[in-house]
């Protein structure tokens, strides 16, 4: 078999270590290696049987409360994984890929490329592509790894009964952000009963292997990803009161769809892609798609700030945020930053129950 790869700080502690493991056990379903993937061209990836974004699940009863960006959208060139795995993980594991470190404020091709480089390393270790499932920049977007059921190169002796989230960068040495810690919770509550058991527990790797991935500061963390609690904890005497952090996640949407009488999931399903990159301030639950048909908790937004009801349509936009701007009181740019006046006011809004 190959030998682990490790990385090592300049002092010699092994920041993470990848591992493939020997044989397929039980009734995993082994295949020809890339099988699925065809040939080192374009974004294959893509083409994979398993290469199902969460998101475009067309049954409304299985949508995610997050969106993770395919294998096709960051460019995957190599195998998808070494086979199929049967059956939900038991466990999950946190890991850091002690990769380049980017900004919260990184674009989307920055991290596709980040995707790409880390593809690189699996391939060229253990020829079976990406090593990690998911993979969770600063910024907080989520791209999809090695497919939930092909089986990784991330948690050495474990890869074919566990799963992993994996935060691009280095956690020894600096801390996740909100974002992070938000979008891994939503991951690791999607994908009880479904990508692995309801009771799996999450672990970082350093709990089963001579590593300090996924570093201290994110090893600090995993109780809040497991719990959902640290990227939104209650005010102190405001028991359900958001945090006024200018970030639009799944917990604003939740309060907002309690506020406006819509279906509370915590999701704005259904809206365009294309506004995604220019909205950093717009995080978790945002269900981004190429042909948006509008989610009902923005078109009773859109009502209740005083749109004509013909620009109800239930897409967020320049329009609509312009619009939202206006009613809040904060600068009008059209645009939800990070850490946005609007999405501030927002929250401090529905904390007061007045919208
Ligand atoms: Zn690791």
Redesign the pocket.
Known sequence: MVEPYEIKDDTGIVL???AADDEPQGDLQGGPQGETVGETVGDTGGDAPSDIVPMAVPDAQAQAAVSIASRGSWGARYPDGDLTLTGPAVEV????SVTAHLSADASIAAEAEQMRALESVGQSRFGTGISYNVVIFPSGRAYQGVSWNRRGT??GGRNSTSR?I?FAGNYETTTPTSAQISTAAAIYREGKDRWWTRDAPLRG??DV?Q?A??GRHLYARIDDIRTGSGSTPPSPGEPDGLVVDGFWGSATTRRLQQELGTTVDGVVSSQSVYWRDANPGLTTGWQWVSDALGSRVIAALQARIGMDSGQRDGKIGPQTIRALQRHLGTPVDGVISRESQAVMALQRRLNAGRV
Do not use: Y
């Open positions: 993470e270590v990848l594991f946190v890991h850091h991330h948690t992993s994996c790797h350093r292997s590593t991935c996924p």
